[in-house]
């Protein structure tokens, strides 16, 4: 019993006094005819959505805070919190506040204290705001740091499964369909106030089973509780991002670090453990620091050489496994680093001139490279030149080359495909900087 106890109060740390979804807008000042007047009349305004309090947690936090009446302070009318939480999180400041844009604020995004309203929890994501006001414990009579309030955690957690449900609405108004949809997530995810599972996709089966869906007899994971029907499919994507400085010198080699990650789908029957494979190609390095989702049993703590019996190469691969029991919906199986790694695009380039300045670029793709992208753009930053005027004198004539959207980078369009095979170039382009 005593370990109930215990557990319960465990829980009711994680609570959140209270939730709304804020719609932001910038309408455009009025038009004096001064710009800058204009410009200064542009406001952030924000309109709740949805919003939705929990009176037992609000009846606690009263009082826990009996001994110390200071630190509670009654959560707001809508319209009231609506404008003090956009004060803070707008993107667009009016004007200096002390107590929002002073630097010996301690800056601990996202949580924001609105007043003596404090922690609320703001996440954003496109035109809306979605906030959260903790629950918590005083400690001797002082408010406990963020690491040893649970209820932040936990409220991050609610907040972004929150966004899940109301992902597919195109434009979100008081009146949209999502919004039931989003009470109906709350009543299970965050029963009086306190999220238990905020998994948009578990919380579907558990409707699913309230209407008479049958359970599995076998016992299942708990990311994974409900049993998929149809043709099986595997779908794994590989998204990685290279960064390497060039030196085009001898005497100074390269780097270059790879960052990659996993994106599994798996639609599967039944409760499969799944083996994933990840080899390197030839005559690269191990990948280092692979992290791995809760799902995951077990992985190679440390990189193997691959079995090139039915390779037409002798080079050494090597290789991590993964064996997991995946998830229905679209998760990150895994993060990895690989360094030192293959520059897969090499480039080279030269700059004369002041004001008027000639370049030439060149590119060379690595012979592993298939020469076939689904888009390939190379950006030129100039820095601490001011503005680009016009580009002048673009050869060859097929080049697509154009200004960048902040006039101070050049931008040239590729395509699908490196022309020349493996080397592309911009022998001359003239442009007036600024």
Not at 43 to 63: D, H, I, M
Not at 72 to 84: A, H, K, R, T
Not at 128 to 142: F, Q, R, S, T
Not at 290 to 295: D, W
Request: charged share 25%; glycine share 4%.
């Amino acid at each position: 019993m005593l370990g109930v106890a215990n557990t319960c109060a465990e829980l009711k740390r994680m609570s959140v006094r209270g939730v709304w979804v804020i719609g932001t807008s910038s309408p455009k000042g009025t038009d004096t005819g001064d710009t800058t007047s204009s410009i200064n009349k542009v406001k952030t305004e924000g309109t709740v959505l949805f919003s939705r309090r929990f009176p037992t947690v609000e009846q606690r936090a009263k009082r826990s805070c009996k001994d110390c009446s200071s630190l509670y302070c009654p959560i707001p009318l809508d319209s009231d919190f609506c404008e003090d939480i956009m004060l803070r999180c707008s993107t667009i400041k009016e004007e200096f506040i002390d107590e929002r844009d002073s630097v010996s604020n301690d800056i601990q995004w996202p949580v924001y204290s609105c007043g003596s309203l404090w922690p609320a929890v703001c996440l954003r994501k496109k035109d809306l705001l979605y906030v959260a006001v903790c629950y918590y414990d005083p400690i001797n009579n002082e408010r406990p740091p963020l690491i040893m309030m649970p209820s932040v955690a936990a409220a991050v957690s609610l907040l972004e499964g929150m966004m899940e449900v109301l992902s597919s609405a195109v434009k979100l108004e008081t009146s949209s369909p999502q919004l039931a949809e989003l009470y109906q997530y709350l009543c299970l995810a965050a029963p009086f106030g306190t999220p238990n599972e905020t998994n948009p996709s578990n919380l579907k089966f558990q409707i699913q089973f309230r209407k008479g869906v049958a359970m599995p007899k076998e016992k299942i994971p708990s990311w994974r509780p409900a049993v998929y029907k149809g043709s099986s499919k595997l779908n794994v994507r590989i998204k990685e991002e290279v960064r390497a400085v060039q030196y085009d010198k001898e005497d100074i080699e390269d780097i270059c670090q790879l960052y990659g990650s996993v994106l599994c789908k798996a639609e599967l029957e039944g409760h499969p453990d799944i083996v994933l494979n990840l080899t390197t190609p030839p005559d690269s390095s191990h990948l280092d620091h692979l992290t791995v989702h809760s799902c995951v049993q077990s992985s190679d703590a440390e990189p193997v050489l691959a079995d090139t019996t039915n390779r037409h190469t002798d080079t050494p691969h090597y290789s991590r496994s993964v064996r997991f029991s995946a998830p229905l919906e679209t998760f990150t199986l895994c993060h990895y680093q690989q360094s030192p790694a293959l520059i897969p695009i090499r480039g080279f380039y030269q700059m004369k001139g002041d004001r008027t300045i000639e370049l030439l670029v060149q590119l060379k793709l690595h012979e592993t490279i298939r020469n076939n992208f689904e888009y390939c753009e190379v950006v030129i930053p100039f820095f601490n030149r001011g503005t680009i005027e016009k580009i002048d004198n673009i050869s060859p004539t097929s080049v697509s080359l154009c200004i960048g959207p902040d006039n101070k980078s050049l931008v040239w369009n590729i395509g699908r495909e490196v022309p020349g095979k493996v080397t592309g170039s911009v022998p001359q382009c003239y442009c007036d900087i600024h």
